[in-house]
């Protein structure tokens, strides 16, 4: 079964920005050490993954009474900094939930991917 894994927010943990290049090459080798954890688990592979550029970037579409309305920055109602993704095929929920305490400190949010197919 696929996971959307949503790194959607700092936690504890200051902004990428606010952090030192030290903190930034740890919590990149906690992304790497995720990535060899994923490896090395049997049904386990990671399909996508990446990074996002800040919120401030955004561009969000909303379509109300047949129209569509574009406004740049992030999504009003979203307090979280979304800051990235993993697209997980994985066996099961415990699994990814397991993988997951090896990234840094981050809010995630695990969903199951529905076959549409």
Do not use: N
Not at 93 to 104: E, F, G, K, N, S
Request: charged residues 25%; glycine residues 10%.
């Amino acid at each position: 079964m696929k996971y959307f894994v949503l790194l959607a927010g700092y936690g504890e943990l200051p902004l990428w920005d606010d952090m030192s290049p030290e903190e930034q090459a740890a919590g990149m080798e906690q992304h790497y050490a995720f990535s060899r954890a994923c490896k090395a688990r049997d049904g386990v592979s990671i399909e996508s993954g990446e990074a996002l550029a800040e919120s401030s970037g955004a561009t969000t579409l909303r379509t109300r009474a047949g129209q569509m309305t574009i406004t740049e920055g992030r999504f009003a109602e979203a307090a979280e900094h979304i800051g990235g993704f993993y697209l997980i095929e994985a066996p099961d929920l415990d699994t990814v939930i397991d993988l997951c305490r090896v990234l840094p400190a981050y809010d995630i949010e695990i969903r199951p991917v529905i076959d549409v197919g």
